[in-house]
């Protein structure tokens, strides 16, 4: 485990002699570390008293040498048994023969089809034909993804555009950077898309991901748990969460042993409440046309705005001293509310279908058997072209292509 901040060190007097190095007795116990934070008392001394000499501690921290002082208080940093250890890096991949396989976006994959199966059984049990969601997610997924790595990358202009650059680190989704935003600008106009192809309202299919949308980000978010990224400022909470000072976004002039603001676990959090409060709200009042999606812009931006002013991303760019995410909670929130307005307006009940007038589920009747019932269809051949299709038994294109009525 690692040390609290200095924030919350215990402070305590150890006894040494003239220029005595403190000896083993005195040393803080093993798994600690003695950061060589000199205490107000100590240095209210400092004009009649020296240090004269300093020396590695085996634990990290330091030896002082003191010269003419009876007593030396110092602080130790004691530890959190709930703190969050921060995974060994060597889970961040792994290898399968030739290929290098990232779990950061191995907890992306793992969202998305969450997600999808999620999606696709909330819309059959609306009317929805099994599997279309297919024809969506691949529409939806590759933009979303395009969207989530375009939105960092310009909020984030100087990780990859500076004297020296490797510019294809712009394309490099496994290392992290996918902005959840661009993510649902991308994933909205592949959604839209798709929604055109397939004969799915958008509306239906928003409020069908909304809590699929949470699902899957509070899994992605487990990526960047193991990624080390996602912390907030620094915490003298006792969950806080353990950050290697190597790491490039650890502040400067920070103790290595800081605990900071676990934000994934917040958001985790969070999203799982909002999935609850959006199934309930849903069940009591039977929101549709885009009103659930529209209460879940409302909710995500609403954690997001919060979380990201206690984050520390000190590349990311911003707009009057607040981060670009800020902004684009605040937005999510105001579109959230404009919309739940608007359809509330426009459409204070329920649809009929999830689909689009003049589309619905493609219904294929079983083939008949060649000169099956042969006497009934000649009895009933008012429509040549139909009774032809059905005495041999074969379906044409536009047949099975029709809505059901």
């Known amino acids: ?48 008293t020296t240090v004269s000499s300093i020396a590695a501690h085996p634990f990290g921290g330091y030896w002082f040498v003191a010269e003419s002082l009876h007593a030396l208080q110092f602080s130790v940093p004691s530890f959190s048994p709930l703190s969050i250890p921060s995974p060994d890096p060597v889970f961040q991949q792994f290898n399968i023969g030739p290929l290098t396989i990232h779990t950061y ?8 089809i969450v997600a999808m199966f999620w999606v696709n059984a909330r819309l059959t049990k609306r009317g929805g034909e099994p599997g279309v969601v297919v024809d969506i997610v691949l529409w939806a997924v590759p933009l979303g993804i395009v ?12 990780d990859y555009f500076y004297d020296g650059a490797n510019l294809l680190n712009v394309f490099a989704i496994w290392d992290g950077g996918n902005a959840l935003y661009g993510s649902l600008i991308g ?23 909304a809590p699929a949308m949470l699902a899957a980000q509070a ?3 487990l990526g960047n748990y193991i990624n080390h990224e996602l912390f907030g400022l620094p915490t003298t909470l006792p969950w806080g969460l353990e ?43 039977q929101l549709r046309w885009g009103k659930l999606f529209a209460l879940y812009l409302v ?45 509330s307006r426009r459409h204070p009940g329920v649809e009929n279908s999830v689909y689009r007038p003049g589309r619905g589920p493609r219904v294929v009747e079983p083939r008949k058997k060649k000169g099956a019932a042969a006497g009934a269809v ?17 379906w044409t294109d536009e047949e099975l292509s029709r809505p059901s009525k």
């Open 378 to 394: 000649e009895g009933s051949d008012a429509d040549g072209a139909d009774s032809s299709s059905e005495e041999s038994g074969v």
């Open 105 to 112: 976006a191995l907890c992306i994959l793992a969202g998305i």
């Open 1 to 48: 485990m690692k040390p609290k901040p200095f924030s919350e060190l215990n402070h305590f007097t150890v006894p040494v002699g003239i220029d005595l190095l403190f000896s083993k007795s005195a040393a803080p116990p093993a798994g600690t570390y003695c950061r060589g934070v000199l205490s107000s008392a100590f240095e209210k001394q400092a004009n009649t």
């Open 219 to 221: 899994i992605g978010r």
């Open 187 to 209: 994933g909205a106009i592949g959604a839209y898309i798709g929604c055109r192809f397939s004969g799915i309202r958008l509306w239906s299919f928003a409020d069908a991901l």
């Open 147 to 158: 969207g989530a790595r375009f939105y960092h990358v310009f909020t984030h202009l100087g």
């Open 243 to 285: 950050i290697e000072s190597t790491n490039s976004k650890f502040p400067a002039g920070l103790a290595d042993g800081t605990l900071f603001h676990p934000l994934f676990l917040y958001e985790i959090i969070w999203n799982v409440v909002g999935i609850a409060l959006l199934l309930l709200i849903e069940r009591r009042f």
């Open 299 to 343: 909710w995500y931006g609403l954690g997001r705005s919060w979380l990201e002013a206690i984050r520390i991303d000190p590349t990311s760019d911003g707009f009057l001293g607040i981060p670009a995410n800020v902004w684009a909670s605040f937005l999510a929130i105001a579109l959230g509310i404009v919309l739940f307005v608007v359809q």
